[in-house]
């Protein structure tokens, strides 16, 4: 999948995968705080104004 959303512009970086269980609360957390951390230094997202009518 991500190679394919590379070849369409879209940086991998942009797609997570995490098997976490419901019991993992703090994994969560930090994943979700990674992803965060990620997508504000990648800026938005380079497709935007295509999608946009």
Do not use: C, H
Request: no cysteine; net charge positive.
């Amino acid at each position: 999948m991500k190679a394919a959303l590379e070849m369409f512009g879209i940086e991998k970086e942009r797609v997570w995968f995490r098997f976490i269980s419901a019991s993992e609360g703090k994994l969560f957390a930090q994943t979700v705080d990674e992803m965060v951390q990620t997508l504000k230094r990648l800026g938005p997202n380079p497709l935007k104004n295509k999608w946009e009518i």
